[in-house]
């Protein structure tokens, strides 16, 4: 019986999170609000609740309140707690790649995994029944090119449409075929702006490879004005020939065609299905 009684307190403190527009609380936000129960007490009530799945934990003394819209899925969007969550981790992080492209409209795909760029240390994948986050760590965290985005719950760090289009090249290995990178820079074309572009390069750090790489795909898509900005911030580096697709074999690239504008040797066949 004492332990329902403690349950009954632990639904009206959700509820008043809920009242608060809060869909997140941490276990120790909890024990300060009741710190006269005991940690067994609570552990048995947030369990009472974890079975009701009326709440779930995606990190160790973080949970999520999953209200009764979202109770068939038994997790929250990630846009709705991943803000919370590294709050909560006191880090800093930008949903990226596709996923923030499908928030600007583009990667026109069913997103199966959310893309989450974060500094070092290495976090491990939130993975779970209808969740699949991955951390991407950056040794370089960008300090510009990061904006806000409003959610339900409040606001999430979304990478700019230039920094996404530059990751896209730079963790193609995150998002598929390169075809698919290149499918959705071209999603994501409308939205970038070439003043935005011009300075974000200029303010952050990203291999010339990379660029390399953007400005011919910029080209490929025919988008002349991305790949002026491009050329002109290259123009005072001396380019060597580097593979469209990092991964190739090196000794297989001897023979193949060389865009000698971007030094780009093409070794890919790309079927290209732009929509």
Do not use: C
């Not at 290995?173 to 074309?189: A, K, N, P, T, W």
């Amino acid at each position: 019986m004492k332990i329902e009684i403690h349950y009954n307190y632990l639904e009206r403190f959700i509820s008043q999170i809920q009242a608060e527009g809060r869909l997140s609380f941490s276990l120790t936000e909890l024990t300060k609000h009741f710190s006269s129960q005991s940690n067994t007490a609570l552990k048995h009530a947030l369990n009472r609740l974890k079975k009701k799945n009326k709440i779930v934990s995606v990190y160790k003394g973080f949970y999520l309140i999953i209200p009764p819209e979202y109770s068939k899925r038994k997790i929250l969007p990630p846009e709705l707690f991943i803000d919370a969550l590294f709050k909560y981790l006191n880090r800093p992080y930008y949903i990226a790649l596709a996923s923030a492209a499908a928030l600007y409209g583009a990667a026109h795909q069913k997103i199966l995994v959310t893309s989450v760029i974060i500094s070092k240390p290495p976090l491990r994948s939130t993975k779970g029944e209808n969740i699949f986050i991955n951390y991407i760590v950056k040794s370089n965290f960008p300090a510009n090119g990061i904006q806000q985005l409003k959610t339900e719950t409040g606001f999430i760090n979304v990478s700019s449409p230039e920094l996404t289009v530059i990751d896209l090249v730079l963790y193609n290995y995150h998002v598929g075929s390169f075809e698919r990178v290149i499918q959705i820079i071209y999603q994501l074309s409308d939205a970038i702006s070439q003043n935005n572009m011009k300075m974000l390069i200029k303010s952050i750090d990203i291999p010339i490879a990379v660029l390399q790489r953007l400005g011919f795909i910029f080209d490929l898509i025919e988008l002349s004005e991305l790949s002026a900005v491009v050329y002109d911030f290259l123009s005072n580096n001396k380019l060597r020939n580097v593979p469209l697709h990092p991964s190739s074999n090196k000794n297989k690239l001897n023979d193949l065609e060389v865009n000698h504008k971007w030094k780009i040797i093409v070794n890919l066949d790309l079927q290209l299905e732009l929509e």
